[in-house]
């Protein structure tokens, strides 16, 4: 007995492969078309740097001043909130929580000419999902940045670890076409950076560069002030004895927290006084007395220090 010649669409291979086929088409198509929509800002000159943080407080503690400093000179600066915050406090948790902290942010970044955004993610629980991680490359590339900064993923916090894993594995995804591809991809991976911090295991936070924020230090803390849920009311570890209760309590309260920020950046700057040294020269680098500090992440691009320089535009003399 003869056997029966497969036909073309009853081979499953063939199936396979023509389904194949047909999606690749029409990702090539859905990928070109996106091409010419201008999702993407136009370049006009200024640096355009987002920053993440797993909560809204998080990129104002670490790099606040920088960012003051860099929108004071025209550049495009964006704090993004990888979670709502929806737990951070003592006393109260979801959604009235999570307003109030995105009212905070909003008003204390207004202050510093800085553009936020808050994902709707709860707080406690995030992971480095497909989907988070979606979210991250598509921020990046609406953005068009040319630095993407974020945590050390060996925080305490889990939080705080995943988004440093999250933007990690943005790292070179936003040049890849066909991941996210609603979006065109970056021509240009961006530089890749993380904030300090004082963990030491498995290996110490080792800042490649450290910005005076003297001149903005006022700001920054006027800034951080305006997070009452998290500095004045301690966030989730505080309590009813730190809510002011007269006016005279309450300017005690805001200067106690004031001169407790003051004295952390303080520290930093102490901290890494031979990087300040190296970037303003050993007269100059010796006087500052605030700073913040940055790491290069090695899946980026990775700038010289002439690029550097140009990312970080603060050393005319």
Not at 13 to 24: A, E, K
Not at 208 to 214: F, N, Q, T, V, Y
Not at 266 to 275: E, H, I, S, V
Request: with cysteine.
């Amino acid at each position: 007995m003869m056997k029966r010649k497969t036909s073309y669409k009853t081979d499953p291979s063939n199936l396979f492969h023509l389904d194949r086929w047909i999606w690749m088409l029409t990702m090539t198509a859905l990928v070109l078309a996106t091409n010419l929509i201008a999702q993407v800002p136009a370049s006009d000159g200024k640096l355009r740097i987002i920053a993440f943080g797993a909560h809204p407080d998080d990129c104002e503690l670490q790099a606040s001043g920088t960012g003051a400093l860099w929108a004071a000179k025209g550049h495009h600066v964006k704090f993004v909130s990888v979670t709502n915050g929806d737990i951070g406090h003592w006393r109260e948790a979801g959604g009235p929580l999570a307003l109030r902290r995105k009212l905070e942010v909003e008003k204390a970044n207004g202050m510093l000419g800085i553009t936020v955004e808050i994902l709707d993610i709860h707080d406690g629980e995030l992971l480095p999902t497909l989907e988070a991680r979606q979210k991250l490359i598509r921020l990046i590339r609406r953005w068009n940045a040319d630095l993407v900064i974020g945590p050390r993923p060996n925080d305490y916090h889990p939080d705080h670890r995943y988004t440093g894993i999250l933007v990690q594995d943005a790292a070179y995804m936003v040049t890849v076409p066909f991941i996210c591809p609603d979006l065109p991809p970056l021509k240009k991976n961006p530089v890749f950076m993380y904030y300090t911090d004082r963990f030491q295991k498995p290996n110490p936070s080792q800042p490649d560069i450290a910005i005076s924020i003297d001149s903005v230090v006022e700001k920054k803390l006027d800034a951080l002030a305006l997070m009452e849920s998290q500095f004045l009311e301690g966030g989730a570890n505080g309590d009813e004895g730190l809510i002011p209760k007269t006016p005279a309590e309450r300017v005690a309260r805001v200067k106690q927290v004031r001169d407790e920020q003051a004295a952390r950046f303080r520290g930093l700057a102490d901290r890494f006084r031979a990087q300040l040294k190296e970037w303003y020269g050993a007269e100059q680098g010796a006087k500052v007395r605030h700073a913040e500090a940055f790491e290069i992440c090695e899946y980026g691009q990775q700038p010289n220090k002439a690029e550097l320089k140009r990312l970080f535009p603060f050393f005319e003399k």
